[in-house]
Nanobody
Framework: QVQLVESGGGLVQGGGSLRLSCTAS????????MGWYGQVPGKERELVAT???????NYADSVAGRFTISRDNAKNTVYLQMNSLKPEDTAVYYC????????????????WGQGTQVTVSS
């Protein structure tokens, strides 16, 4: 069993910054890709940013240049630095990780964090 615990959400004014953190724990053999997704009620969860096991990032067009994803493999943690926040960034942000729990498993599984609310006022 693997758990992903998120923190760092909150209420900020437009133009402000937040840093989200997500730490994985449990029966972890290896963590592969990690990412952040945003969701508004009644809408599908949408990709915000991903980062490969080697540290290669990818961003949605709407956040490129404003958000930075990073990871600390020694801490099993992924971060999302959110700068120049806009009201349209308001969403529940979920972290995601592809995790191998044993070297003998046939494949890795995706795990999700509990979500953290980010609200940007205008």
């Amino acid at each position: 069993q693997v758990q992903l615990v998120e923190s760092g959400g909150g209420l900020v004014q437009g133009g402000g910054s937040l840093r989200l953190s997500c730490t994985a724990s449990g029966s972890i053999f290896a963590i592969h890709d990690m990412g952040w997704y945003g969701q508004v009620p009644g809408k599908e969860r949408e990709l915000v940013a991903t980062i490969s096991s080697g540290g290669r990032p990818n961003y949605a067009d709407s956040v490129a240049g404003r958000f930075t994803i990073s990871r600390d493999n020694a801490k099993n943690t992924v971060y999302l630095q959110m700068n120049s926040l806009k009201p349209e960034d308001t969403a529940v942000y979920y972290c995601n990780a592809l995790v191998s729990t044993t070297p003998y498993a046939p494949r890795a599984n995706f795990y999700w964090g509990q979500g953290t609310q980010v609200t940007v006022s205008s």
